[in-house]
């Protein structure tokens, strides 16, 4: 551990220490460097990230202390999320809990405006040990929400975090997948929601777990309350046993936290005491095996890593010399 420590955190502007047990030795003794260089490692989905994975691998399902619970955030651009994280945080650390957080930028990686966005404003906790925040592009690639962000949550877990937050910005298809990584989805959203049209709001009815009502210090909280609890039939998660309550912050003025806080907590025994945890984890399992097999096939038929070839099987399919289905095969080969 000492000689992983030296030589990741020893480094001037490049990390040295590459060797995957190091890492995750110095990254569970609180080395922050460490930890990075893993995730950054799991991001670029090479053979190391496939040696820190097995590593981490663990039974997915029971009470084991890598088992903690992941929190999804999600809701529209702006509902106030990584402020209520911010906010999340602070509560955390208040009772002495570390926490991790992931945000996820659906944003192209010209822009980058989310990324440099969240990390001001959750910057107060940059300094703080227990700790720790990294922001993740999701590519929107083949999959969605990219396929590093399990690993990567396993390896916080790994790493001793007490909590996981996965901040996701409610634009469709990421929005869905923090369902596929969540065990508690927290959609967020504001005074006003009723405005909303229904299609919305019964996808949104689907995937919460929770819901906050944010910026409840303007006028319409309460009717936002009142809509949420009446739609509550629409909720999936009512044959389960779990009703998704509705929590009012105001995480501009820190307000509200602390329910939050006890909702989630709540959730989480319901999540360990009846059989939808396990239920929901083998579901993760089964998406996130299914995204790999369609990445790795993605990649054997050189769709995107071979321009040409994706070109001219397009061009074909284009002129009409090759029907789509067939061009599936021309990719995949026999
Ligand atoms: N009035 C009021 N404003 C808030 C509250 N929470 C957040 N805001 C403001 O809303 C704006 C957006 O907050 P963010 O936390 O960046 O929202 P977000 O959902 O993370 O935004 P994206 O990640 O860009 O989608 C900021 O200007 C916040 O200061 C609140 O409770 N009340
Ligand atoms: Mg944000």
Request: proline content about 4%.
């Amino acid at each position: 551990v000492a000689v992983a420590t030296e030589l990741v955190g020893g480094y001037a502007g490049r990390v040295r220490a590459t060797d995957p047990v190091e890492l995750l030795a110095a990254a569970r003794s609180g080395d922050r460097s460490a930890l990075a260089r893993l995730l950054t490692l799991v991001d670029q989905q090479g053979v190391a990230a496939n040696q820190i994975d097995r590593l981490v691998a663990t039974p997915s399902v029971g009470p084991a202390p890598s088992n903690r619970s992941v929190i999804g955030v999600t809701g529209a651009p702006g509902a106030g999320k990584s402020t209520l994280v911010d906010c999340l945080i602070t509560e955390y650390r208040s009772v002495g809990l570390s926490v991790a957080v992931l945000a996820i930028d659906p944003s192209s990686p010209f822009s980058g405006g989310a990324i440099l966005g969240d990390r001001v404003r959750m910057g107060d906790h940059s300094i703080d040990e227990g700790v720790f925040i990294r922001s993740f592009a999701s590519r929107g690639s083949l999959g969605g929400l990219t396929v590093s962000i399990p690993s990567a949550l396993r390896v916080l877990k790994a790493a001793g975090f007490d909590r996981l937050i996965v901040e996701t910005v409610g634009v469709g298809q990421v929005e869905l997948d923090v369902v596929g990584v969540a065990d508690s989805v927290v959609v967020v959203v504001n005074p006003g929601w009723g405005d909303e049209v229904q299609a919305a709001k019964a996808g949104l009815m689907e995937i919460a777990d929770l819901f906050v009502v944010n910026k409840a210090d303007r006028p319409g909280a309460a009717e936002t309350e009142a809509d949420l609890l009446g739609m509550q039939h629409l909720s999936l998660g009512a044959p389960s046993g779990w009703r998704p309550g509705v929590i009012l912050t105001s995480a501009l003025n820190h307000q509200g936290i602390t329910q939050l806080a006890e909702a989630l907590d709540a959730h989480q025994v319901f999540l360990i005491e009846s059989s939808a945890g396990g239920e929901r984890r083998r579901l993760h399992i089964e998406r996130e095996i299914t995204q790999r097999v369609a990445a790795e096939l993605a990649k054997r038929a050189g769709a995107f890593s071979d321009h040409e070839r994706w070109q001219s099987v397009l061009t074909a399919v284009v002129n009409g010399d090759l029907a789509p289905t067939e061009a599936v095969d021309e990719l995949l080969g026999p």
